[in-house]
């Protein structure tokens, strides 16, 4: 099954930190584009980074300077890391992944993950 796994979401205080995972199965041979996505209830779901080969990250603008993606191309995953973390950020993050091939030569224009949530409260 090809599929995009995330990890890393809970419960954090208003200034802490959190470091989100998306794992690609291990079917899957690349992918062009790894981005985080979240969604606030109520909200419509946004692009908060994204990684393609080839370009300079690009985040949204109020996550500038508290959140670091990084990909691993070797395996295919990704990782949101999250600073400064505000009440505002409280979403279900979700990872994905854009133009990918598959070991056995499948070809998948988009692929979603399931989605983590984070928590910011006191």
């Known amino acids: 099954q090809v599929q995009l796994v995330e990890s890393g979401g809970g419960l954090v205080q208003p200034g802490g930190s959190l470091r989100l995972s998306c794992a690609a199965s291990?079917?899957?041979?690349?992918?062009?584009?790894m981005s985080w996505h979240r969604q606030a209830p109520w909200a419509q779901r946004e692009l908060v980074a994204a990684?393609?080969?080839?370009?300079?990250?690009n985040y949204e603008d109020s996550v500038k300077g508290r959140f670091t993606i990084s990909r691993n191309n070797a395996n295919n995953t990704a990782f949101l890391q999250m600073n400064e973390l505000k009440p505002e950020d409280a979403a279900v993050y979700y990872c994905y992944g854009g133009d990918i091939w598959t070991m056995s030569g499948y070809r998948y224009l988009e692929l979603w993950g399931q989605g983590t949530l984070v928590t910011v409260s006191k």
């Open positions: 990684a393609t080969d080839g370009r300079s990250p």
């Open positions: 291990s079917n899957i041979f690349s992918t062009n584009t």
